[in-house]
């Protein structure tokens, strides 16, 4: 797994490639918690996400909590088709927003 | 004349065990919830651990019943085993109340007690709320005493006769049989306090010498050690530690004092008895201070031993991590006396149930750990499951506190839903099983899988932190997929191959999947109604109850 980050205008943008499984997932969790933490709206971008297990969905879980506890936005964009159907199964669209691209979340949180 | 003799004995006895019982079940409705604040905070200093162990002694006449108090609380969680043991020493001591206000003349307080008693029954002050546990343990000390005075009165004419004072004289030369007679008797009644007041009883008519007394006395301690010993044979870990210290207080004191006697007797150092004698002229006043005295010596001395007892029945009875699946880990029988914190072990049980939940998938997760073969794991939980739901059936029998009934039938049907959880786990599990590994159907199927174990993970980290955000994440989770799941059925991703066999092959699958999703429908839908029934109980979670 491979992580970097952006900052837009008004959004940071946290690209994640690769494999988000139990191995994996400290090392987002401990990233993605310091990013939700220092910026008010966080966009995660999954263009280059291959797989996400329990343990991935579980830190986007935490993540999401922790923007809402301190009244942030937070979104994910560019799930690949397998990847979107795990987020559908597993009801994230009801709690977390889904954008086909960074632009058009960070559109959605300026609107 | 003896079958009158033998009348007021019995009669007397029946009386005493009666008041005994009313006392310690009207106190201890009195003081339930307040008793275990207050346990929590006074474990916290020695000095506050003495005086509440002493207190609880002292109301419930019984060292068993404060250990058994004591062991609910450390497997709760709520204090540590060795904070609670120097209060289970202590209430050794507090049961010395009653045999010292044995010795009292209250013969016109007690009946006078027993009039005003009667006439607070006959205007139906047992129907009061506020009341009737006063009015019940007031009746229960009039009974006792009065059960004492026929003791008394039936056993004074038995030192006249010649059979009685031959046996006396024969077991007088047994300080064996004496102190045997002691810890068989408290085996029986439960309570060497008990035992005591009867020997305090027999002393002040002249019926025991001071020596016999003694031996009754310290056979009770034995007898007290044996009975917690039979009791807790079935537990293991910490609350098995308690009852172990409770045990080492016993045999500590018992050794000592007969060593005190023997040194006395033999050497004719002044120690017990002329200590006994200083104290009081009256014989059956020195009669109880020898049981308060052996209490005394039996905290001292595992005062002195300090942190070595500790490390002792710590060492005999080491804190289980998982000593076996299929044991429960926080109910017992005896918790079932004291309803709240009976709740709380039952929630705690239904935790650990919930923490396994996700452990059914390993079989059918690509990150599954496979630590214990699901056939054990699932044979295991729905015995305790079973157990628990025998408890919860227990406790609502037992229970008439309106309040704590409506969290009994919450933890019911929290309990039902967790069995029906473990069933549709196992079959949800089994039937994936039966998929092609690789195939386009496994791979969703395992999509489902990580969003059910994310779900059930949720849940059980739903419970325990009793936080209502939590919650909120978890129904958001486990919103209707009917939906969702007609589109996953009806639309079966592409396969590769073609042909008949392989039709056939697929069809079958798809048959499979059909049927997992059917299962993960209904366990997703077990999950949000197990959500549904933590939202009352997330404002009395056991930290946050007052």
Known sequence: MHITDETLTDAQVVHVSGRLDSTTSPLLEQYLLSVVESHPRVIVDFTRLDYISSAGLRVLLMAAKKSRARSGAFALCALKPALREVFEISGFLSIIAVHPDAESARQAFSS | ?546
């Open chain 2, 1 to 546: 004349m003896l079958v009158d003799i033998l009348a007021s004995l019995f009669a007397g006895l029946g009386m005493f065990f009666i008041g005994v019982k009313l006392i310690g079940a009207h106190l201890k409705q009195m003081t339930g919830r307040r008793f275990r604040m207050l346990v929590m905070k006074g474990t916290a200093h020695p000095a506050a651990a003495a005086l509440l162990g002493s207190l609880a002694g002292a109301i419930t006449q019984s060292t068993n019943a404060v250990a058994f108090i004591m062991m609910n609380l450390a497997t709760a969680g709520l204090i540590e085993a060795r904070r609670a043991m120097p209060v289970v020493g202590w209430a050794n001591v507090g049961t010395s109340a009653l045999v010292m206000v044995a010795t009292l003349d209250i013969h016109l307080f007690v009946l006078y007690l027993l009039g005003l008693v009667g006439m607070a029954y006959y205007f139906n002050i047992d129907k009061s709320t506020r009341y009737r546990h006063i009015a019940g343990a007031l009746l229960g000390i009039s009974v006792l005493f009065l059960g004492l005075e026929f003791i008394k009165n039936g056993a004074a004419p038995l030192k006249s006769m010649a059979e009685v004072r031959d046996f006396l004289a024969l077991s007088g030369q047994s300080y064996v049989l004496l102190f045997l007679i002691g810890a068989v008797l408290t085996l029986l009644a439960q309570s060497s306090a008990t035992v005591s007041v009867v020997a305090v009883a027999m002393t002040s008519v002249g019926l025991f010498t001071m020596d016999q007394t003694l031996m009754v006395i310290y056979g009770a301690g034995l007898g007290s050690a044996a009975s917690l010993w039979l009791l807790t044979a079935n537990l293991r870990g910490t609350p098995k530690q308690l009852a172990l210290y409770q045990g080492l207080y016993k045999l500590v004191g018992v050794a000592a004092m007969l060593l005190l006697f023997a040194l006395e007797n033999g050497l004719d150092i002044p120690l017990i008895k002329a200590l006994i004698q200083w104290l009081s002229n009256d014989i059956s006043v020195q009669a109880a201070w020898v049981y308060l005295l052996f209490q005394l010596v039996s905290t001292l001395l595992l005062g002195i031993a300090g942190e070595r007892a500790t490390r002792l029945v710590e060492r005999l009875s080491p804190p289980t991590q998982e000593e076996t699946l299929a044991r429960p880990q926080f109910i017992y029988e005896q918790a079932l006396d004291d309803p709240d914190t009976a709740l709380d072990l039952v929630r705690s049980e239904q935790q650990r149930q919930l923490g396994h939940l996700p452990d059914y998938l390993d079989e059918v997760r690509e990150e599954g750990i496979h630590a214990t073969p699901r056939p054990v794991l699932h044979g295991a939980l729905i015995s305790v499951n079973r157990e628990i739901a025998t408890f919860i059936t227990e406790l609502l029998d037992r229970n008439r506190d309106r309040d704590d009934l409506n969290r009994v039938i919450r933890a019911q049907a929290r309990n039902s839903l967790l069995s029906d959880l473990l069933d549709s786990l196992n079959d949800y599990t089994d039937a994936l099983r039966s998929l092609t590994p690789g195939s386009p159907l496994h791979e969703r199927a395992a999509r489902l899988s990580e969003a059910l174990h994310l779900m059930l993970v949720t849940l059980a980290e739903a419970q325990a932190s009793g936080e209502s955000t939590d919650l909120d994440l978890l129904l958001g989770l486990t919103g209707d997929k009917a939906e969702l799941m007609e589109r996953l059925r009806a639309a079966p991703p592409a396969h590769e191959s073609s042909g008949g066999h392989a039709m056939a092959a697929r069809l079958a699958e798809q048959a499979v999947f059909f049927h997992a999703t059917v299962l993960f429908e209904r366990l997703v839908w077990l999950v949000r109604r197990y959500g549904l029934q933590l939202r009352p109980d997330l404002n009395a979670t056991p930290e946050s109850r007052p």
